[in-house]
């Protein structure tokens, strides 16, 4: 096994002094954000300068540097986005992680040969969704951080592409890139960078049902080795230089040594920072209870007697080799042995010295002075014809080329400009569309008012609806459970699919539906738009973040959802069980009611393979727009998306009639 691939060590780093404390520990990549798209806004991150130089920095020591751009973006932020790329690709970075498929398709076509790992914020949970997302440019996948082991393997073995793994630090609740509670209840958006952490929160009773613990796989390095997982990710861009160089420095000699953690390293990581312990719940698919956690002050108290680390980056050794010879240029080769990389460079034809000729010891003095770069000199070997000189000034000038030429990226500093892109100009979605959670909630009104009618797969009934909701989440082990009952649903009198997911746009086309976008895509620009058309959506729901000019930018071929209680969270972990139980939660009538006294719906989502289920955490407050027609006919918005989860048949019939007489629905509800 000593030969085995060993996976790359990826490490975070909120801060230059985080960056130093990760590649002091032995990582062999870092991840930063600098001032703008990144989903970390709240750390101190990265100014120009400090990019250019950690870059630098991190290409001294072999180390990879990679950048979040892992927001999502508007159509009018997308000159702004590319400029910020540019500049990172000009400052070399290794490549960019991108959340955003509009984004991400203005990169491909502006910097073509810079690589793009796709964010887990991307939603990928099966090979499918990989495939999808390599389609669309990326060479890498950071898949969710809810696969079992299983699934992961799957992915290594049958995706084609590098797969990424989260396997220490803190868990989302919800899927990510599925979170929308900061988001649409506390104004502050997790997809751009600014989540509250209202999952950190206690509810009205004072719990915490929905606060994970940290997840730490420390002790399942041997399989990630074994399955040729290519890069293992530490979370904690917003955590201390500290805390970064002690788990870091844990999980590289685990690395090296092939194994998984003893009990003690699991307490040292745990020093570090947890809530209440850790968890691999998800990991070992043994989901329940034991995952919850807070922030103790038994946790805080295991840091505090932590004695500071003192992370220091030993300099970089080389070898310099350096000529004079008369009549010939002054010659430097500089080899860097651990990157296998030497360069040579030549300066001014030597003087005849009148006075003072340079011998070795003098040309070597001058040579190593290395001082502010992180290099030292190993080895010095100078050749040189007596009565020689040359200035000082050129073999300081020849030592500054050398060092820039072994750090060099030799990338063109040409200017970018924003390419031209795919357009989904064109004519509006003017279909009414409405989901239901039950069969019963499609009354002869509804009927009649929407001519699409979805109901979760699971609770098709062709006697009302005519529509199906994929489930938004489909490991590769239900794929095949959910194909057959979309084909049985077909066979039924399905005609339409609402799609949350790139990964199974497939099922709906096998299955002969016509697939149609759902907001889950997190589609923010045009661009995210007219590539969902190109590849095979009749029409997208917009994300529910934007905005009504913003929606208007946007163009055609696209709807929003203009009624209902939004999904806020999409739960692998039961949290209905966590404020209610089982008979309440089997019931569709738990809640989760926040320190306000808000309550937000919890409705269970089967799973097509085994005897559990995930969760949907809907808003507690409806979006209403039925006093709002003219707003929504100036943005564009002819037809519109509803969604009914808890109303009864009664309540469905009275939103209906409000919206034909564009009446209002009360003050307790949320507005575009």
């Known amino acids: 096994m000593a030969d085995t691939f060993l996976p790359e ?12 404390a990760a590649i002091a520990a032995g990582a062999d990549a870092v991840y930063f954000g600098g001032g703008s798209f990144n989903a970390r806004m709240r750390a101190q991150n990265f100014t120009d300068e400090d990019v250019a130089e950690s870059i630098r920095l991190c290409h001294a020591h072999g180390v990879k540097a990679y ?18 790329a540019h500049k990172a690709y000009l400052a070399g970075v290794d490549a960019l992680i991108v959340a ?30 990989a495939l999808a997302l390599v389609e669309r440019g990326f060479c890498r996948v950071v898949p969710a951080r809810e696969l079992p082991r299983e699934e992961i393997a799957r992915l290594v073995a049958e995706s084609g592409t590098e797969i990424e793994v989260f396997i220490h630090g803190a868990l989302c609740v919800s899927h990510s890139g599925q979170c929308l509670f900061s988001s649409l209840v506390g104004g502050r958006s997790g997809n751009r960078g600014a989540c509250a952490q209202p999952c950190r929160l206690p509810d009205g009773n004072g719990a915490f049902p929905l606060s994970l613990k940290d997840l730490c796989l420390a002790r399942e390095i041997p399989f990630f080795i074994e399955a040729g997982v290519h890069s293992l990710k530490i979370e904690g861009r917003l955590k201390s230089p500290d805390y970064v160089y002690r788990v870091v420095s844990v999980y590289r000699k685990l690395l090296d040594e092939r194994r998984g953690a003893t009990d003690r390293e699991m307490a040292e990581l745990a020093a570090a920072f947890s809530r209440s312990g850790f968890t691999d719940g998800y990991f070992k698919n043994s989901i329940g209870h034991h995952m919850m956690g807070v922030r103790s002050e038994s946790d805080k108290q295991k840091a ?39 360069v040579t460079v030549t300066g001014d034809i030597p003087l005849t010295a009148q006075s003072a000729p340079m011998d070795a010891e003098s040309v070597k003095k001058n040579l190593c002075r290395f001082g502010g770069t992180p290099y030292t000199a190993a080895e010095v070997t100078v050749s040189l014809d007596a009565g020689l000189m ?4 050129r073999l300081n000038a020849l030592r500054r080329a050398a060092l820039a030429a072994l750090t060099e990226q030799k990338r063109a500093d040409t200017p970018v400009a924003m390419p031209t892109l795919p357009t989904a100009q064109g004519a509006r979605v003017t279909e009414r569309s409405a989901r239901f959670e039950i069969p019963a909630q499609i009354t002869s009104a509804a009927m009649a008012y929407f001519p699409i009618r979805y109901l979760p797969l699971h609770a098709f009934d062709e006697k009302v609806a005519n529509g199906v909701v994929i489930p938004p989440v489909i490991f590769g082990n239900e794929a095949d459970g959910v194909l057959k009952s979309l084909q049985k649903a077909r066979e039924r009198g399905a005609k339409h699919a609402l799609v949350g997911n790139v990964g199974h746009l497939a099922l709906a086309v096998a299955a002969g539906l016509t697939p149609h976008g759902d907001f889950r895509l997190n589609i923010f620009n045009e661009v995210a738009l007219a590539k969902a058309l190109e590849q095979g959506f009749a029409d997208v729901l917009l994300s529910p973040e934007l905005s ?14 203009i009624y209902g209680r939004i999904p806020l969270m999409l739960l692998e972990k039961c949290a209905g069980k966590e404020v209610g139980n089982c008979d309440l939660c089997a019931a569709g009538k738990n809640q989760l009611t926040d320190r306000r006294g808000e309550k937000f719906p919890i409705v269970r989502l089967p799973v097509p393979e085994g005897n559990r289920h995930r969760n949907i955490l809907y808003n507690s407050r409806p979006t209403a727009m039925s006093d709002r027609r003219r707003d929504l006919l100036g943005a564009g918005v002819t037809a519109g998306h509803y ?14 009639d409000a919206y034909r007489k564009g009446a209002s629905l009360g003050d307790k509800v949320r507005r575009i």
């Open 9 to 20: 060590l990826l490490a975070p780093a909120g801060s230059p002094a985080a960056l130093r």
């Open 67 to 84: 950048m979040t751009f892992n927001t999502l973006v508007t159509d009018r932020e997308l000159p702004a986005f590319l400029e910020a």
């Open 100 to 129: 955003d498929l509009g984004a991400a398709e203005v990169l491909r076509l502006a910097l073509p040969d810079l690589p793009l790992h796709a964010s887990t914020q991307c939603s990928a949970h099966s090979v499918d969704g």
């Open 304 to 342: 505090r007697v932590q004695p500071p680390a003192e992370p220091t980056i030993p300099p970089v050794p080389l070898h310099i080799f350096f000529e004079m010879y008369a009549e010939k240029p002054i010659r430097l080769t500089v080899f860097d042995a651990k990157q296998q990389k030497n």
């Open 390 to 393: 040359v200035p000082v000034s």
């Open 548 to 561: 009504l000019p913003q929606i208007r930018d946007i163009g055609g071929h696209c709807d929003a959802i």
């Open 643 to 656: 969604i009914f989860t808890v109303e009864s048949p009664a309540r469905v019939d009275a939103v209906i």
